[in-house]
């Protein structure tokens, strides 16, 4: 009976440390058990956090691509902006190059003008002398002829002397009908080109008939060439 | 001898004035023709002006 009895507290002491120890084991396992719900969570927050992390550096490449390639097309704008300044601004420098070609062949143009005027004048006024030369030599000069109270050479003075005063007068009178004229024709030049473009405005907009359009260009045709013989006389 | 030397001065004398007198009427002659050639050029623009005046009315 002692046996049975020692056994059984044997039996209760081990059965008692084998529940105490599971009890120990499970109280172990419970500790552990947080920190590593804490670990894989803290993992799978890195991860997700590792993601984000590349997704906005991916975000942010993708970004910074893009402002590259903005930048570069600004770029390429602004060098193409450049280009197309540069481009008009020689364009208008060979415009005003021609312009200054132009001018100065029209200049060069008057002035030959002018010269061939002048020779003109000449011939026409020796030829008109030799014509006088001869009378002069078939009538007879001044010389013994009735010029009242005025004796020949008193006579021939003063009728040079009066055609050199009126030469002047003519000569001034001259000039002021130039300079006229010329006022004149850059008055015409303007009046005729926006008659021009007037008639050519209202016929595309149907404003006035094919008649009239054609009534209309003849006289400014026919006001065109009048400016045209002008400028050949200035 | 006196009176073909006087003469003969004065025939040069006159014949001397005879040549100015006609340089004199030929220097006018030449200047008139210049006036007349000015003169007509002036003539021919203003007849210019007043016909392309004329045609700028017409087109108004």
């Known amino acids: 009976m002692k046996n049975v009895a020692q056994k059984l507290i044997a039996l209760t002491l081990i059965l008692g440390l084998a529940v105490f120890s599971q009890n120990m084991y499970a109280q172990k396992s419970n500790e552990q058990t947080p920190k590593k719900e804490v670990k894989e969570k803290t993992e799978v927050k890195k991860e997700e956090m590792k993601k984000d992390m590349s997704k906005k550096q991916e975000e942010m490449k993708g970004k910074s691509e893009e402002m590259k390639g903005k930048s570069e097309e600004l770029k390429e704008k602004s060098k193409e902006q450049e280009k197309e300044m540069k481009g008009k601004a020689e364009e208008q420098k060979e415009k005003a190059k021609e312009q200054e070609k132009e001018m100065k062949g029209k200049a060069e143009e008057q002035k030959e003008k002018a010269k061939e005027q002048e020779k003109e004048i000449k011939g026409k006024a020796e030829e008109n ?106 | 001898m006196l009176a073909s030397g006087l003469m003969l001065y004065s025939c040069e004398n006159s014949k001397k004035e005879k040549e100015e007198i006609q340089a004199l009427e030929q220097e006018a002659n030449a200047i008139d023709s210049v006036s007349v050639e000015m003169q007509k050029s002036k003539d021919s623009i203003e007849k210019n002006v007043q016909e392309l005046d004329s045609l700028l009315n017409d087109l108004n």
Do not use: C, W
């Open chain 1, 129 to 234: 002398m030799e014509k006088a030369k001869a009378k002069t030599e078939n009538e007879g000069s001044a010389y013994g002829k009735d010029k009242g109270e005025l004796s020949g050479k008193e006579y021939g003075q003063k009728r040079a002397e009066e055609a050199k005063a009126n030469q002047e007068k003519v000569k001034a009178e001259h000039t002021q009908t130039v300079e006229n004229a010329k006022a004149k024709q850059s008055e015409a030049r303007t009046k005729i080109d926006e008659a021009r473009e007037k008639l050519e405005k209202d016929y595309k907009a149907k404003k006035v008939s094919k008649e009239e359009y054609e009534t209309k260009k003849a006289k400014i045709e026919k006001a065109e060439e009048s400016l045209r013989n002008l400028e050949k006389r200035l």
